[in-house]
């Protein structure tokens, strides 16, 4: 059966962008023209994934009001002639049906995929983070992750990273099995945030999983960490002890990502979008050019 569900969990709190993230999402924060899940959305929807389901929490109203027809807007755009802003807006009508849980408190990303439990069934689905941005060249992650799915017939796909050995303590971090290389290789284990030491690697969770609902049994059977916070890398690792099989695809050449969760690389992810704008990406590539030389 093709893979039709999408999560994106959108719920927590984005403390390490405070004060922006005060009363605003981080998912809503504009990188280039669009809020950063506007980016998330737009790539499921590329990959066939029409039924998509906002894991969202206190203060995130505006992600549902941004993907609503907004008709008052609407009306405003046509009667002054601005038909051509009525364009950006085109994105109102893709092809996705949305759909909302609430994540009464932010206990960890899995504890916010729990939520979805309902929603998927006994369906395979998508869990893409709603603050982060897969940027690409040619084909996509997500699709090579869907086949990867469908080739080795593993009950979790997951996107990895390579990653600088100072950095591997921020993120969960795989091992794959021995004797294995390539695009896509099996995993023999996965640790959330190791020291350098620890790692076996520095391929780094990033941000796309494909699950099958087995997963759901692994998250129930799951203490929380010391922190409260339930997390899906500890029921992965459950997943891969009891013999199940996990692959993870590895980002290649042009394939980025962009990690909305901190300003180092919210910064970094403006500036790359803001100099590729259509309109002002060349300007603003000399203010820069410019800035830089003291000017
Ligand atoms: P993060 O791991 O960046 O956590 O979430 P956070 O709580 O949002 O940020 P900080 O650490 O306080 O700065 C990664 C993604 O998972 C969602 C977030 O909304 C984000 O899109 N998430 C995280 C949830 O939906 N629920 C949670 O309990 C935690």
Redesign the pocket.
């Known amino acids: 059966m093709e893979i039709r569900k999408a999560v994106?969990?959108?719920?927590?709190?984005?403390?390490?962008?405070?004060p922006a993230?005060k009363s605003m999402?981080?998912?809503m924060l504009a990188v280039g023209r669009k809020p950063v899940?506007q980016y998330v959305v737009e790539e499921m929807e590329a990959c066939g994934l029409k039924d998509i389901l906002f894991?969202?929490?206190r203060s995130?109203r505006t992600i549902e009001d941004h993907f609503d027809f907004n008709s008052e807007l609407y009306s405003n755009l046509v009667g002054t002639g601005k038909r051509d802003l009525l364009e950006s807006l085109s994105f109102e009508n893709m092809e996705a049906t949305f759909f909302y849980v609430r994540?009464a408190?932010?206990?960890?990303?899995g504890?916010?995929i729990m939520q979805a439990r309902d929603f998927v069934g006994n369906e395979d689905f998508v869990v893409a983070?709603?603050?982060?941005i897969i940027c690409e060249d040619g084909k996509r992650l997500l699709e090579t992750m869907l086949e990867a799915k469908k080739e080795r017939n593993a009950e979790a796909v997951i996107a990895v990273q390579a990653v600088p050995w100072e950095e591997v303590h921020h993120y969960g971090i795989v091992k794959p099995l021995s004797g294995q290389s390539g695009a896509v290789v099996d995993l023999a284990s996965i640790i959330e945030k190791p020291s350098k030491n620890e790692a076996p690697s520095n391929l780094a969770v990033a941000?796309r999983y494909i699950f099958s609902p087995l997963i759901f049994d692994m998250l129930e059977r799951t203490l929380t960490d010391k922190r409260g916070?339930?997390q899906v890398t500890d029921a992965i690792e459950s997943l891969i002890r009891q013999g199940k099989r996990v692959c993870v695809v590895v980002m290649q050449g042009k394939q980025k990502r962009y990690?909305i969760?901190?300003y180092l690389s919210y910064y970094k992810a403006f500036i790359d979008f803001a100099m590729s704008d259509p309109d002002y990406g060349q300007d603003l590539r000399h203010y820069v050019e410019k800035a830089l030389q003291g000017e």
């Open positions: 994106i969990p959108v719920a927590g709190l984005g403390t390490r962008l405070l993230t999402p981080k998912e899940v894991v969202t929490g995130k994540q408190q932010p206990k960890g990303l504890h916010a983070l709603g603050d982060s941000a916070e339930l990690d969760g901190n």
